[in-house]
């Protein structure tokens, strides 16, 4: 298990870190710890669970202190009962186990590929927002989450499977609108690290077949539409591992487009490709609207596009019917949550 935010502490957080692990465990009603105030103590009571997913019962805190010691009593805030805690700690654990027991031998990547399409496949969006579905007991007791609780599944059945995994946490920006902070992953696969958002990948997936935009992107991708990380994490500077260069989906030629479009009109299955053959614009959205309404006219349907514009990438399916719209946007937007 990566305990990658506590290696990057001084030794009064980490003194803090470990008391307050310590604490947890043990679902104490207090905890005494070095004297580390205000943000500080915020931010290694959220470093903390965000290493350890395992501990989702806590969940906010206050503390008191008296003027002349070194220390601080911590008071944890907790989900439910102690009883309770220990029940479903119970149950985390051995859903856990049962999850990830088909993938034992899978390769790394294949590894990933089970836990993400599990949270794409299972996993609701919440859009209640729900206190537990910041934490793992929602997408694994509920089938609920939001972007903290998945991408916290994520690295605990990564965890579990031997990936190297952590969770990172971007900035708002009330400028662009983005109100709230956003949690996703950086894993280690094959010796490079890479960015997976399966909550983006879960709000794209919820109207038809597993999407994989959000699937090992490298920096320049991600950033096109997350904004910048708060802590400092590993450059993912490799491109080898998206998923749809892997799978030979990520096409250069307009040709290949054409090809693959008649390959779908023909067996009535939809087509979800990446786009790297230079800018996606207008004018090259347009040229591949016309490539698969030929394609379509040749097997006597109609097709449906979605393009999903920062990581160009596009989906069509081919009706029997003309469609309202020929041609529309998406946004995997919906996982910005507060935390």
């Not at 793992?136 to 605990?156: D, F, M, N, W």
């Not at 609207?289 to 999903?308: D, H, Q, S, T, V």
Request: charged share 30%.
């Amino acid at each position: 298990m990566e305990q990658y935010y506590y290696n990057r502490m001084n030794k009064i957080e980490q003194a803090v870190y470990h008391a307050l692990y310590q604490g947890f465990l043990n679902i104490d009603e207090e905890i005494q710890i070095p004297r580390l105030e205000g943000e500080a103590l915020y931010n290694v009571f959220f470093k903390l669970r965000l290493d350890h997913p395992e501990i989702f019962w806590a969940t906010g805190y206050k503390y008191k202190y008296y003027n002349d010691s070194p220390n601080l009593i911590f008071v944890p805030e907790y989900l439910f009962e102690k009883a309770k805690i220990k029940e479903h700690q119970k149950a985390m654990t051995a859903r856990v186990e049962k999850i990830t027991r088909e993938a034992k031998t899978f390769s790394q990547w294949d590894k990933e590929k089970y836990i993400h399409d599990f949270l794409c496949e299972s996993i609701h969006y919440d859009k209640l927002k729900k206190p537990y579905s910041h934490e793992i007991i929602g997408p694994l007791g509920q089938g609920v989450g939001v972007c903290e609780g998945i991408a916290k599944t994520v690295k605990i059945l990564c965890d579990q499977l031997g990936i190297w995994c952590i969770v990172v946490i971007s900035e708002a920006n009330p400028e662009k609108n983005i109100k709230y902070r956003h949690a996703w992953n950086i894993v280690k696969i094959g010796g490079a690290y890479y960015h997976l958002d399966a909550t983006f990948d879960n709000t794209l997936s919820h109207m038809g077949p597993v999407r994989y935009d959000y699937f090992n992107l490298d920096d320049g991708k991600v950033f096109r539409d997350h904004e910048l990380v708060i802590w400092k994490v590993p450059a993912c500077t490799v491109s080898d591992g998206f998923y749809y260069r892997v799978k030979k989906l990520s096409f250069t030629k307009m040709e290949e487009v054409e090809k693959r479009a008649l390959q779908a009109a023909k067996k009535g299955k939809e087509l979800i490709f990446h786009w790297r053959g230079g800018a996606l614009n207008r004018e090259t959205a347009a040229q591949m609207l016309k490539a698969f309404k030929e394609a379509g006219e040749k097997k006597g349907k109609y097709p449906r596009a979605a393009i999903n514009w920062p990581q160009a990438v596009l989906l069509v399916e081919y009706l029997s019917e003309l469609p309202a719209e020929e041609l529309v946007t998406e946004e995997a937007n919906e996982g910005e949550q507060q935390m």
